[in-house]
C-alpha cells in the first residue's frame, strides 16, 4: 500500500482556496487517489478521486502531476463549514488506510 | 442521495457483552466494510466483506469479531466479548466496483455507532 504525507494541520480564512498537497511517492501503476473530508463524530465523506491530470466536481479539484507522486486538493473559495479534517488516500481498493489527515481550520 | 445507515448512534455496553452494531448499506452496494476510530486517533480498516465472505481483514478483527450479512439489506459487526479498548466510533461503509476492474469505486461511509465499553 502507497504511504502518504499531508501536512498535518492548514490555516485558513474564508473565502480564500485552499490548497491541500499529499505525497504518495510509492505510488502503484493502478492505485486511484482519493480524497476524503471528516467532521467531528461523522463518517468521512468522498471529496473526490482521480487517476491522473485534473478531475473538478462541484465541490473540489484535484491536480495530479504527471508522474503521479503527488497530488494536490483544491477548495475555492472555503467558508466555515469546510473545518474538517481531509484524508488523502491510495491504495488497494478493498483496504483503503487513511493516515492522520490534514486538519483544515477556516476563520472568519 | 441514497445514504449508509448505522444504528444505533450510541451504545453502551459493559466488559465482557457482546455488541451487535447493525448497518444498512446502499442498495446496489456490492462490498461492505467496518472501519473504526478510537476518539482522536486514525480511522482504522476492521474487514471487507463481498460475496457472503470476508474478503480483507486487519490485525485487529480477531476471533472476538464477526460479520454477517444476514438478509439482503443489512450488515453487522458483533463484538463477542467487550474489552475497555474496544470503545471506539465503528463506520460501516459500502461501495460498488466496477466489474472492469478501471475505477477504484469510493465507499460511502455511515455515520457511525459510538461504542463505549465500562
Known amino acids: 500500500l502507497a504511504k502518504t504525507t499531508q501536512p498535518i494541520s492548514m490555516d485558513s480564512y474564508e473565502g480564500q482556496e485552499v490548497n491541500i498537497t499529499c505525497s504518495h511517492n510509492?505510488?502503484?501503476?493502478?492505485?486511484?487517489i482519493t480524497w476524503y473530508q471528516q467532521f467531528p463524530s461523522q463518517g468521512p465523506r468522498f471529496i473526490i478521486q482521480?487517476?491522473?491530470t485534473k478531475v473538478t466536481n462541484e465541490v473540489a479539484s484535484l491536480f495530479i502531476p504527471a508522474d503521479r507522486k503527488s497530488s494536490t486538493l483544491s477548495l475555492p473559495r472555503v467558508s466555515l463549514s469546510d473545518t474538517a479534517v481531509y484524508y488523502c488516500?491510495?491504495?488497494?481498493?478493498?483496504?483503503?488506510?487513511f493516515g492522520t489527515g490534514t486538519r483544515l481550520l477556516v476563520s472568519p | 442521495e441514497p445514504e449508509v445507515t448505522q444504528t444505533p448512534s450510541h451504545q453502551v455496553t459493559q466488559m465482557g457483552q457482546e455488541v451487535i452494531l447493525r448497518c444498512v448499506p446502499i442498495?446496489?452496494?456490492?462490498?461492505f466494510y467496518w472501519y473504526r476510530q478510537i476518539l482522536g486517533q486514525k480511522v482504522e480498516f476492521l474487514v471487507s466483506?463481498?460475496?457472503?465472505?470476508?474478503?480483507?481483514k486487519s490485525e485487529i478483527f480477531d476471533d472476538q469479531f464477526s460479520v454477517e450479512r444476514p438478509d439482503g439489506s443489512n450488515f453487522t459487526l458483533k463484538i463477542r466479548s467487550t474489552k475497555l479498548e474496544d470503545s471506539a466510533m465503528y463506520f460501516c461503509?459500502?461501495?460498488?466496483?466496477?466489474?472492469?476492474?478501471?475505477?477504484?469505486?469510493?465507499?460511502?461511509f455511515g455515520n457511525g455507532t459510538r461504542l463505549t465499553v465500562t
Open positions: 461503509a459500502s461501495s460498488v466496483r466496477d466489474p472492469g476492474g478501471s475505477y477504484n469505486s469510493p465507499l460511502h
Open positions: 510509492n505510488i502503484a501503476t493502478n492505485d486511484y
Open positions: 482521480g487517476y491522473k
Open positions: 488516500l491510495v491504495g488497494a481498493f478493498q483496504k483503503l488506510v
Open positions: 442498495s446496489n452496494h456490492l462490498y
Open positions: 466483506f463481498y460475496n457472503n465472505e470476508i474478503s480483507e
